[in-house]
T-cell receptor, first 116, second 113 residues
């Protein structure tokens, strides 16, 4: 079945440590997105990518980094510069937005990141 | 800047009754797309319904329908015959051509038996 796989489901970070969240999709989507969700709140965009080897900052990119070396993969690294990383992280993908803006984003099951 | 506002942080409804969740948005664009997503306790994000702004007819998906008022920039979601499984956080989202999706803050809906 086609879909988006996020791993791990739960992740713990120590002080000063970088951690990487994985996101893989087999939907052949061009665009991929990373969101952060804090308890009881909406989704805030961290980074997005519309094509391989290209990505743009979202609203809260500071303390995060991404790469897009393959169409299927869009890993997110939470760096030690992100002082409040505890949150639920959602990855999404869609057909390229400009051509098909009525197409929805498909979401993974999320990764919950906590500080040790 | 495009904004999406959901003015009801929490709502509740009795099973089998009808409930309406409100959403307003702000844009100067004429062509855009609107979505409602549902996030149950499992935290999955599930598309409920979508609407293209150029379509006058309101979208419907089984028990879910929208009331799209373009002039008022309003996009409410009506859930008929509410079921316990409808308990979730509901997010309204908006996108114009070539832009990213903008989400509202969400409405927590509880369906009571």
């Amino acid at each position: 079945d086609g879909g988006i796989t996020q791993s791990p489901k739960y992740l713990f970070r120590k002080e000063g440590q970088n951690v990487t969240l994985s996101c893989e999709q087999n939907l052949n989507h061009d665009a991929m997105y990373w969101y952060r969700q804090d308890p009881g709140q909406g989704l805030r965009l961290i980074y997005y990518s519309q094509i391989v080897n290209d990505f743009q900052k979202g609203d809260i990119a500071e303390g995060y980094s991404v790469s897009r070396e393959k169409k299927e993969s869009f890993p997110l690294t939470v760096t030690s510069a992100q002082k409040n990383p505890t949150a639920f992280y959602l990855c999404a993908s869609s057909i390229w937005a400009y051509l098909s803006s009525n197409q929805p984003q498909h979401f993974g099951d999320g990764t919950r990141l906590s500080i040790l | 800047a495009q904004t999406v506002t959901q003015s009801q942080p929490e709502m509740s409804v009795q099973e089998a009754e009808t409930v309406t969740l409100s959403c307003t948005y702000d844009t100067s664009e004429n062509n855009y797309y609107l979505f409602w997503y549902k996030q149950p306790p499992s935290r999955q994000m599930i598309l409920v319904i979508r609407q293209e702004a150029y379509k006058q007819q309101n979208a419907t998906e089984n028990r879910f329908s929208v009331n799209f008022q373009k002039a008022a920039k309003s996009f409410s979601l009506k859930i008929s015959d509410s079921q316990l499984g409808d308990t979730a956080m509901y997010f309204c989202a908006f996108r114009t051509s070539g832009s990213r999706l903008t989400f509202g803050e969400g409405t927590q809906l509880t369906v009571n038996p």
